[in-house]
């Protein structure tokens, strides 16, 4: 089945790029370094959050805490959750996490692991620290002890592991040379001075090998583009465990004012999302210089996507 959607929206959008339009002018490098500065500022300064994984080819979610993150983690319910960045500090290592909301406790070997919960998020799950004694990653080397998760009542819930594979196979490229063939292909018309300069498209569409705890995304093809000296990552998502049916709603998202099916949400380092359902995908653009950037480039985007049969 092939599926072609062009995110034509400049009626519906047309009134809010009128008064914001970016400036036709580059930025000067110290302008653009200041603007960066900030936006970093703003994004560490709110609670951590998850977001999809905009790089084609990959499955899950990126992890977003103040001063860091990682990507990309995907919980299975073969365990209760997967483990992403580690950093230490003197006394102990600690492991951010994806985890289960039944999950209280983490014990291996008869030693119990401190949590502390960091925010509550969509689809059951907690950001969460988990911290261990130092020098502990020898935990999750092979022939290491389990670790098993424990709930409220101290019983044994599964095992908590690192994420599994989060990536499929995907074809890199950069500009001049064209995008590869595969499954899904992104285009940009009609927008001067809009230029692509590289990206990944998966070789295969193909549903996360286990089944998902909550629920995660499948990105099919990535594209960054540089507009007017601002970079823009654009991708199309699926359902990672069944691609071709309705994906979720990306955390945290909300329409934009007047426009059913316009969304902005958080973004992982490249920036806020802005986005639009292509029936069973998402369509979208992150960073640029605002809002208004991101959707004059959506606006211009096709996304063509070819599912397998079934």
């Not at 103040?66 to 959750?81: M, S, Y």
């Not at 389990?146 to 500009?175: F, K, M, P, V, Y």
């Not at 691609?243 to 059913?260: E, L």
């Not at 029936?279 to 979208?284: G, I, M, Q, S």
């Amino acid at each position: 089945m092939v599926l072609i959607a062009t995110a034509l929206l400049g009626a519906i959008v047309g009134g809010i790029l009128a008064g914001s339009r970016s400036r036709s002018s580059p930025r000067s490098g110290s302008q653009r370094l200041l603007a960066f500065q900030r936006q970093r500022a703003r994004r560490l300064s709110v609670p951590a959050h998850i977001s999809p994984a905009l790089e084609g080819g990959e499955y899950g979610w990126a992890l977003n805490e103040p001063g860091g993150g990682g990507c990309c983690t995907i919980p299975d319910r073969a365990g209760v959750g997967a483990l992403a960045g580690w950093r230490e500090t003197k006394s102990e290592e600690v492991a951010s996490a994806l985890l289960s909301s039944q999950v209280k406790s983490i014990v291996s070997a008869g030693t119990h692991a401190r949590i502390t919960t960091l925010a509550w998020l969509p689809y059951g799950l907690r950001f969460a620290h988990i911290a261990f004694a130092r020098h502990a990653r020898h935990l999750f080397g092979e022939g290491a002890p389990a670790l098993r998760a424990l709930d409220g009542q101290g019983r044994s819930i599964g095992q908590l592991t690192e994420s599994g594979a989060t990536q499929t196979g995907a074809r890199w490229w950069q500009a001049p040379e064209r995008p590869p063939a595969g499954p899904c292909k992104l285009r940009a018309r009609g927008l001067a001075g809009l230029q692509p300069e590289w990206g990944h498209v998966a070789i295969a569409i193909a549903p996360y090998p286990q089944r998902i705890l909550g629920e995660a995304f499948f990105s099919c093809a990535d594209t960054e583009y540089y507009l007017h000296n601002w970079p823009l990552e654009s991708a199309m998502l699926l359902n990672a465990e069944r691609p071709g049916g309705r994906p979720a709603p990306i955390p945290a998202m909300h329409a934009i004012t007047g426009n059913a099916n316009l969304f902005e949400a958080p973004g992982d380092w490249h920036g806020q999302i802005t986005a639009t359902r292509i029936r069973d995908a998402w369509l979208l653009v992150a960073g640029g210089s605002g809002p208004a950037q991101r959707l004059q480039v959506l606006r211009h985007l096709t996304a063509t996507i070819s599912l397998p049969r079934t």
